[in-house]
């Protein structure tokens, strides 16, 4: 399975995201207009929009990035490691900048691709999304508009776990539970980011939780190819 595929030639992705404000009051009176509206669509009828505002960071028209992690596997010394570095903070323009140069560094070189758990319909339209919004270009991986299936260079460790069935969804938690990988997180899960962020401030607690997915999802993906995974030892923030 994927033999064609060097897992070294790979940028293993995730991304952090809260509501762009702690509050539904916060928003402007178009804005919560068309939060209104679309809380109206996808909530539950007892669930009035500044209660359901809370999620609105799974939005990229109603929430923004505090965090991309991004991860390569090096071979040092005969050994197989992870360099994981994070883009964060409270600056979404910054961080989307220095992500942009990176993976623009890194998809320059012939064969490469990028990678993550539900990337095609999550992370990777949601970072597009979010550079258009704050008039960012658009590094060419990302731009997808007009390409040949065969030309986007995407890997999605859930796609290839349908194996075609494309009703199914797997959580990255399940899949690494019942695969036998050891799961990094032991702290805080997704639910918790936007409070992490709003109520302690804790940008740090998200970039460490954010790396802990690039982890699960590169043995996840190394798991699915077939290899050894990697040692934890082995995994370096940079």
Known sequence: MLDHVSSEKIMYI???TVPQ???????DNKMQEFWERKSSRISKEDVSPEEDYARAGIYSEFGKIV?????????????????????????EVKLLN?????????TSHPGTNICGHNVKEFDFPYIARRMIING????????????????????????????????????LNLLTHILGIPSPK????????????????????????????VLATTQLFLR??????????????V
């Open 21 to 27: 404000y702690s509050s539904f009051d916060q928003l």
């Open 14 to 16: 995730d991304i952090e």
């Open 186 to 213: 032991d702290d805080i899960d997704g639910s918790q980011v936007a409070s992490v962020y709003y109520e302690e401030n804790d940008v740090d607690r998200i970039a460490k939780y954010c790396e802990k997915d």
């Open 98 to 106: 220095e992500f942009s140069v990176a993976l623009k560094s890194f």
């Open 136 to 171: 960012l270009p658009l590094p060419d991986i990302l731009d997808v508009a007009g390409k040949k299936p065969w030309e986007v260079k995407f890997i999605d460790t859930l796609d290839l776990w349908k194996f075609g069935d494309f009703k199914h969804y797997t959580s």
């Open 224 to 237: 699915l190819k077939g290899e050894p995974l990697l040692n934890p030892e082995k995994v370096f923030s």
């Open 67 to 91: 965090c991309i992690s991004a991860g390569i596997i090096k071979v040092e010394s005969g050994e197989r490691t992870l360099r994981v570095k994070s883009f964060y903070g409270h600056d």
